[in-house]
């Protein structure tokens, strides 16, 4: 039962790793095309979940700007950017062009 559960739980956390996004500092605001390596299911559920982002066709997924909420890489859907998203190097945050 023990063996169980420990196996379960490291299934589950190495599940929970892979959900995680990468180059995202905590805080910060980055680019859907910045969060290189994020599962697509990710960046698509954290708009999903964002009630001021309407529902959004895959295409249109490079577009939003998102909130790294934790230290884990964990995603939040900020916006979507009408005229595109700008990556700023050497900063924290990424824009929405205006």
Known sequence: MICKLIISTALLL???????ATNCEYQ?????S????T???QLIAAVNDTVSIPPLTT????QCL???????????GNSYC????????????D???M
């Open 14 to 20: 190495a599940g929970a790793q892979a959900q995680q």
């Open 95 to 97: 824009q929405c062009i």
């Open 34 to 37: 910045v969060l290189l390596g």
């Open 39 to 41: 599962p697509y299911t």
């Open 82 to 93: 009408f005229a595109g998203c700008d990556t700023k190097p050497g900063t924290r945050n």
């Open 28 to 32: 910060s605001l980055k680019c859907a």
């Open 59 to 62: 295409a249109q997924i490079s």
């Open 66 to 76: 998102f909130h790294c909420t934790d230290i884990l890489g964990t995603i939040t």
